[in-house]
């Protein structure tokens, strides 16, 4: 049992090998000390979960273990063996493989050629394709993915993309597999799937590196949880002493209550605000119809491939329908692009905040203000003025907790749950009066959860009608005061009991099923 406080001695259970030691190790970037003299040790064989808000230094500890990122001072072992790695080939040869958090996939490739990238198998000097595709296959179902490894990896989901980079991991027969962030854009039979897989792999006395922001995750699978704050290093708990609230407590420095105690809009109009009709494309929506009231929290829960993310791009016009029709009080609007959603209050915090929401580039100030940009007082007969954007953005950059050295950084630097505030904020910017949220704590630390919990909130009771998709199902049933569940793309029930949101009635339906009589079925 491992209880290693603020640096307390380590207590090594009889039989336990040490793999690696990291020693000290510290990072900085310009402005940001990411890593101050970290120091604990991972076993052979052992799922040790690394835990901490964003910016905690958890990531850039795990780039620095997998050679994408060097360190300033100190030192890594391995089986008692310093290490340097001076790129990702380095930490390959030694058999660890990174699962980074963003995702690392060529779309316009096919899913063999993603698991195979840089490694093909050859055949007399020719690619051999047919094995490529058959242990694509294999590898692909160890993890449950049912989709074919011959098409391009740009028509599947977040979600599919994600496994393409779990099963190129595998691939490599890793004695060390780092996970940062696997199961963000995952169902929970997903989920149970991977932590199937990750079981096979401790038999095999392969190590996972297991990070995760869902707790209820690392409470399950973990054998050890190293907790970072701030970049330093704040003490190692064994599965035996697990406690959810003190790792809580360890993350973020203080004690944090019930992430869905806020306020709802408690009675909302019996009148339809935001109606869609028969929207769909014939391919992956078909013929939605839903209403939603004038701030009511609408959830819309679904395995991935039901069509959610895909009913999202429809409404606010990313990809075109062919049928369908949108009243906003009771008058019918046409959106045909995004730039029509926006005028006509719509916004949309999308799934991929780096590929589909901010100008990773560009500076946090432009990114929290470029949807107003040609608004007053910001712009003046076609005039922006420069001053006016980093005075408006320091007065959000305060009021959100937007953690950032000044509002000219460029958010590339940001950590993902500062980003994501960023994001929700710019929408909050051109106040809209439908908000859809489509996975809006993906990769969320507890801590900006709770603040973005809480703003949804505030945003409900402030009269804004927010729309939000998420896989987490206890995040469904604690924000939304209604539920739709989809499946292949229509939307098969409407919860509008508290007593109906269970996990076990929204992955019934889900599932496809008629009725709540699901024995036998893998869910």
């Given at each position: 049992m491992?209880i290693?406080?603020?640096?307390?001695?380590?207590?090594?259970?009889?039989?336990?090998?040490?793999?690696?030691?990291?020693k000290?190790?510290s990072?900085?970037?310009?402005?940001?000390?990411?890593?101050?003299?970290?120091?604990?040790?991972?076993?052979?064989?052992?799922?040790?979960?690394?835990?901490?808000?964003n910016?905690?230094?958890?990531s850039?500890?795990?780039?620095?273990?997998?050679?994408?990122?060097?360190?300033?001072?100190?030192?890594?072992?391995i089986?008692?063996?310093?290490?340097?790695?001076?790129?990702?080939r380095?930490?390959?040869?030694?058999?660890?493989?990174?699962?980074?958090?963003e995702?690392n996939?060529?779309?316009?490739?096919?899913?063999?050629e993603?698991?195979?990238?840089?490694?093909?198998?050859?055949?007399?000097?020719?690619l051999?394709?047919?094995?490529?595709?058959?242990?694509?296959?294999?590898l692909?179902?160890?993890?449950?993915?049912?989709?074919?490894?011959?098409?391009?990896?740009?028509?599947?989901?977040?979600?599919?993309?994600?496994?393409?980079?779990?099963?190129?991991?595998?691939?490599?027969?890793s004695?060390?597999?780092?996970?940062?962030?696997?199961?963000a854009s995952?169902?929970?039979?997903?989920v149970?799937?991977?932590?199937e897989?990750?079981?096979?792999?401790?038999?095999?006395?392969?190590?996972?590196?297991?990070?995760?922001?869902?707790?209820?995750?690392?409470?399950?699978?973990?054998?050890?949880v190293?907790?970072?704050?701030?970049?330093?290093?704040?003490?190692?708990?064994?599965?035996?002493?697990?406690?959810?609230?003190?790792i809580?407590?360890?993350?973020v420095g203080?004690?944090?209550?019930?992430?869905?105690?806020?306020?709802?809009?408690?009675n909302?109009?019996?009148?339809?605000?935001?109606?869609?009709?028969?929207?769909?494309d014939?391919?992956?929506?078909?013929?939605?119809?839903?209403?939603?009231?004038?701030?009511?929290?609408?959830?819309?829960?679904?395995?991935?491939?039901?069509?959610?993310?895909?009913?999202?791009?429809?409404?606010?016009?990313?990809?075109?329908?062919?049928?369908?029709?949108?009243?906003?009080?009771?008058?019918?609007?046409?959106?045909?692009?995004?730039?029509?959603?926006?005028?006509?209050?719509?916004?949309?915090?999308?799934?991929?905040?780096?590929?589909?929401?901010?100008?990773?580039?560009?500076?946090?100030?432009?990114?929290?203000l470029?949807?107003?940009?040609?608004?007053?007082?910001?712009?003046?007969?076609?005039i922006?003025?420069?001053?006016?954007?980093?005075?408006?953005a320091?007065?959000v950059?305060?009021?959100?907790?937007i953690?950032?050295?000044?509002?000219?950084?460029e958010?590339?630097?940001?950590?993902?749950?500062?980003?994501?505030k960023?994001?929700v904020?710019?929408w909050?910017?051109?106040?809209?009066?439908?908000l859809?949220?489509d996975?809006p704590?993906?990769?969320?630390?507890?801590?900006?959860?709770?603040?973005?919990?809480?703003?949804?909130?505030e945003?409900?009771?402030?009269?804004?009608?927010?729309?939000?998709?998420?896989?987490?199902l206890?995040?469904?049933?604690?924000l939304a005061q209604?539920?739709?569940?989809?499946?292949?793309?229509?939307?098969?029930?409407?919860?509008?009991?508290?007593?109906?949101?269970?996990?076990?009635?929204i992955?019934?339906?889900?599932?496809?099923?008629?009725?709540?009589?699901?024995?036998?079925v893998?869910?």
């Open positions: 491992i290693n406080l603020f640096k307390e001695e380590e207590v090594k259970v009889e039989g336990e090998k040490v793999l690696i030691e990291i000290e190790v990072k900085e970037y310009p402005g940001v000390k990411a890593l101050k003299s970290v120091s604990f040790n991972i076993n052979e064989g052992e799922v040790h979960c690394i835990v901490g808000e910016g905690a230094g958890k850039t500890l795990m780039k620095i273990l997998s050679g994408v990122e060097t360190l300033d001072s100190g030192e890594i072992k089986d008692g063996k310093t290490v340097m790695f001076n790129n990702v380095d930490a390959l040869e030694m058999g660890i493989v990174l699962i980074s958090q995702l996939i060529a779309p316009n490739m096919k899913v063999f993603n698991i195979f990238m840089g490694n093909e198998i050859l055949k007399k000097g020719v051999d394709i047919k094995k490529m595709k058959q242990i694509s296959k294999n692909l179902s160890t993890l449950g993915a049912n989709f074919p490894v011959d098409i391009y990896a740009e028509e599947l989901s977040t979600a599919e993309q994600q496994q393409i980079e779990i099963a190129r991991a595998l691939k490599h027969n004695r060390i597999l780092i996970m940062d962030e696997p199961t995952l169902t929970e039979r997903e149970e799937k991977l932590f897989v990750i079981k096979e792999l401790k038999k095999k006395r392969i190590t996972i590196i297991f990070i995760s922001h869902r707790l209820s995750e690392v409470i399950k699978i973990a054998d050890k190293t907790v970072l704050r701030d970049g330093a290093y704040i003490g190692t708990l064994s599965r035996d002493n697990l406690d959810e609230q003190k809580i407590e360890w993350m203080r004690t944090i209550t019930d992430y869905y105690d806020h306020e709802y809009n408690r909302l109009p019996i009148d339809k605000y935001f109606v869609v009709e028969n929207y769909g014939d391919e992956k929506v078909l013929d939605v119809s839903f209403s939603a009231k004038k701030g009511e929290i609408l959830g819309i829960a679904g395995l991935v491939g039901a069509g959610r993310t895909e009913l999202c791009n429809l409404i606010f016009g990313i990809t075109k329908k062919k049928h369908g029709k949108i009243f906003f009080e009771g008058k019918e609007i046409e959106i045909k692009n995004p730039s029509d959603a926006i005028k006509k209050g719509v916004g949309y915090v999308p799934e991929d905040r780096k590929r589909h929401g901010l100008f990773l580039e560009l500076s946090v100030a432009f990114n929290l470029v949807n107003v940009i040609d608004r007053g007082p910001i712009s003046r007969s076609k922006v003025n420069h001053k006016r954007i980093r005075e408006i320091q007065r950059v305060l009021m959100r907790n953690q950032t050295p000044d509002v000219d950084r958010i590339k630097y940001l950590s993902g749950g500062n980003q994501q960023v994001l904020e710019r909050i910017q051109t106040t809209p009066n439908i859809f949220l996975e704590t993906r990769g969320i630390d507890v801590g900006a959860k709770s603040e973005i919990y809480k703003l949804i909130g945003l409900a009771i402030s009269g804004v009608t927010i729309i939000f998709i998420s896989s987490d206890p995040e469904v049933i604690g209604r539920i739709l569940v989809m499946h292949k793309g229509k939307i098969v029930t409407e919860l509008t009991e508290k007593e109906e949101f269970t996990q076990e009635n992955l019934a339906y889900a599932c496809g099923l008629k009725s709540l009589n699901y024995e036998g893998e869910i």
